[in-house]
């Protein structure tokens, strides 16, 4: 007999997929819950989602690097010349 699932429970693999997904839009409200709740119930994910907010920081800096806006490395923390 297959095991039913709670309309709400998501496998990691899934909470990953909606992390992903997340970065490119809002998700719909019955995804956003149960992506809390597995995020609040797993130990792995919620470092995957700090990854994440890693990656697209260290993509926004670059990019205003790459466009001549401001210093990647703050003054204080370059080497002297």
Known sequence: MKRQSLP???????????LVAREDRALGL???VALRL???ACKA?????NQLV??????????R???????VIPAAARPPE
């Open 8 to 18: 709400l429970m998501r496998t990691c693999k899934q909470a990953a997929a909606l």
């Open 30 to 32: 019955s995804n956003t």
């Open 38 to 40: 597995h995020l609040l």
């Open 45 to 49: 994910c919620p470092q995957f989602e």
């Open 54 to 63: 890693t990656m697209r920081l260290a993509m926004q800096r670059w990019r």
């Open 65 to 71: 690097y790459a466009d001549g806006g401001e210093d």
